[in-house]
């Protein structure tokens, strides 16, 4: 029983740890290309000096919806521009530049990218 609370306590979030601050991955980013996306991260820092991904858990906002779409964390190109898109949580919110390039531009084919990922995604890599 003893065991099992000490594993219970090692495992559990830091409850009593207060969030300093909260910055973006990556924090600058240029999208290049029609349908140019970018996923981001939201690393949250407590006052005990650990850091947690925190990205589920935030309020996620892009500055100009008529440029990028927003879902979760996920930001998807529309039109060439720059915005800046934001992560709350806990009061602390850090923000993220991005500049879209060539938006109405179609990529080129790459096997590595379009059909590497359907494979990696499936467990086939």
């Known amino acids: 029983m003893r065991m099992f609370a000490l594993l219970l306590l090692a495992l559990s979030p830091a409850w009593s740890a207060r969030l300093v601050s909260l910055k ?6 240029t999208l290049r290309g029609a349908g140019a996306a970018q ?8 006052d005990d000096g650990t850091e947690r991904d ?3 858990e935030a309020e996620w906002r ?7 779409a ?10 060439d521009g720059a915005l800046t898109v934001t992560a709350s ?5 850090a923000r993220s530049r991005v500049r879209i390039a060539d938006s109405g531009v179609a990529r080129g084919f ?3 990218r379009d059909i590497g990922a359907i494979l990696t995604k499936r467990g086939c890599n």
């Open 89 to 93: 949580i806990g009061g602390a919110s």
């Open 62 to 68: 892009v500055s100009d919806a008529a440029r990028a």
């Open 39 to 46: 996923q981001f991260l939201a690393i949250a820092t407590y």
């Open 24 to 29: 973006t991955a990556p924090e600058n980013v």
């Open 54 to 56: 925190v990205t589920d």
């Open 110 to 112: 790459s096997f590595a």
């Open 70 to 79: 927003l879902e979760a964390a996920r930001l998807t190109a529309k039109s």
